[in-house]
């Protein structure tokens, strides 16, 4: 089945424009006009969505605070059974939803799959999660704080907070969705989806799974259009409660802009490999290839600069240089290691990094090759801290090499950063890997292996300008709800078996 068929006939209108999501009806924008979503490996537009208005974000605003509050009547056991049964769905149609990540994204095609099952996974997970951690609350009593006979009893609940407007980027449409969907969902809150342009059609077909799935109307709403004219209306809107959001640095503005609500941030990073003079050089040099090629380095947490020892290097780089020639370079359809990168802008913006490395001397260990928007893998050796590929995240396949003669000089180029998300570090000793990790200022450090984000139920954070909060299934439910108390008053002290 392809995408936009078969039970996905109804998302879309005609063949032309895909609808929006709204009150459990799939819609036409008003202005009837639509935003063009270009595939990034032929540069023609490939699909359309529609470019909803202020008025139509109102509406939808409207429709979840209505039918949040019935939600959050619905039994836990029935909100973790609809997860449950969208996450089925979600996994039976993972072609068409992966067809559309390959077009939209050129994401390669096994890892679009991957990434459909994987966000089925996700949101059974949660529900299960949900369903223990939700029902449990606390007892408190008040002869336990200085001065206080047992006269109080203190019962705390977990509460939902509304309305959540969960925004996932480019690179994972689907499953950074559904990591905010389903802890949103299961804590008996609403949601206002708003997809990442390159990424919509993938988020429209998953949210359709969600429809089928049979969620009460208004509870989940999908809005697409230009974020120069919803996107700040959204982020600042009175009737939302939460903002979940993953992206780069447009999370910065939206903390500036948004109410006093709670907010879950993950914008990127400037991930450091360590390597030390111990380190098993052919593990590190298939987890750079991993960390610092897989999607073409369009991940937050891709290796995004090796910090390696002088000892070590030349060895390491040749290692690595030998792995680069095996990457296959093409389209996402043919399952291509490096595919095109999301847009000509990103392309772009790569190539100015690559061409300042070069004028500042840095030693291409291959040629540097573009066609259209696919780059070809690039490592860049004796990279200076005065490039910017030392310092800015290039989302695409150029890799910088520093060599360091010290971990503190690595340690130290690390925590320069303004950049905090993940690192990691290469060692056969454990205890110089505890204390380089402790020192390393990032959300999490992985010991030999290369950065990553999951499984999805690890917790997930960055420090500085990396984000807000943490993520992964427990934290994100936690960050979605807030705690309630209830405080019975007894006439006169009262103690068990007293």
């Known amino acids: ?80 059974e609809l997860l449950h049964k ?69 019962l705390t609940s977990k509460i939902p907070l509304g309305v959540v407007l969960a925004i996932p980027p480019f690179n994972y449409p689907v499953n950074l969705a559904v990591s905010k969907i389903g802890p949103a969902l299961i804590a008996g809150n609403s949601l206002v989806l708003k997809p990442p342009t390159q990424g919509a059609v993938s988020c429209l077909h998953m949210v359709h799974c969600f429809h089928l799935a049979g969620f009460p109307k208004g509870l989940i709403n999908c ?8 996107g700040d209306f959204l982020t600042m809107h009175p009737g939302v409660n939460c903002i979940s959001f993953t992206g780069g640095d447009t999370g910065i503005a939206i903390s500036k802009k948004a109410g006093m609500i709670p907010l879950q941030m993950e914008l990127g990073g400037k991930d ?20 610092g090629f897989s999607y073409s380095g369009q991940r937050c947490t891709a290796i995004k600069v090796v910090l390696a020892m002088e000892s070590v290097a030349d060895s390491l780089v040749e290692k690595v240089k030998a792995r680069v020639a095996k990457l296959r370079i093409g389209p996402p359809e043919d399952d291509c290691d490096i595919t095109p990168v999301v847009t000509e802008s990103s392309a772009n913006f790569i190539e100015g990094l690559v061409m300042d490395a070069k ?19 690039l490592l860049l050796d004796n990279v ?82 990396s984000g807000i909060g943490s993520q992964g299934i427990t934290n994100s439910i936690n960050m979605m709800i807030k705690v309630k108390t209830t405080v019975i008053n007894l006439p006169s002290p009262s103690y068990t078996m007293g």
């Open 359 to 377: 004028e500042k001397g840095a030693t291409f260990c291959q040629e540097y090759k573009r066609e259209g928007n696919l780059i070809w893998p």
């Open 384 to 465: 200076r801290p005065d490039m910017r590929i030392a310092w800015e995240e290039p989302f695409g396949p150029v890799l910088p090499v520093i060599r360091i003669n010290s971990v503190e000089e690595g340690i130290h180029h690390c925590n320069a950063s303004n950049f905090g998300l993940q690192g990691c570090v290469f060692t056969k000793d454990i205890n110089k890997a505890m204390l380089i990790s402790d020192a390393m200022e990032t959300g999490t450090v992985q010991i030999n292996s290369a950065p990553a984000r999951g499984p999805d139920h690890f917790p997930f954070q960055g420090l500085k300008d």
């Open 223 to 230: 809005v697409t259009g230009k974020g120069s004219e919803i």
């Open 272 to 291: 450091a490999c360590i390597v030390l003079e111990d380190a098993d050089l052919d593990l590190v040099a298939a987890n750079i290839i991993k960390g």
């Open 1 to 80: 089945m392809a995408a936009g068929t078969g039970v996905f006939a109804e998302i879309l209108d005609g063949d032309e424009v895909y609808k929006y999501y709204h009150d459990g009806e799939w819609k036409k924008a008003a202005s009837g006009k639509s935003v063009a979503i270009v595939n990034p490996t032929t540069r023609k537009t490939q699909y359309r969505v529609q470019a909803c208005s202020q008025e139509e974000v109102n509406k939808v605003m409207e429709s979840a605070k209505s039918a949040q509050k019935a939600w959050a009547k619905t039994p836990l056991w029935k909100r973790a």
């Open 86 to 154: 969208a996450a089925a769905i979600l996994k039976e149609h993972k072609f068409p939803i992966a067809e559309c990540l390959v077009k939209e994204i050129a994401k390669p095609a096994k890892d679009a799959v991957t990434e459909v099952v994987r966000s089925g996974d996700l949101v059974s997970y949660t529900a299960e999660e949900g369903v223990r951690i939700l029902g449990e609350g606390k007892f408190l009593v008040s002869d336990s704080f200085p001065g206080n006979e047992r006269t109080k009893y203190c």
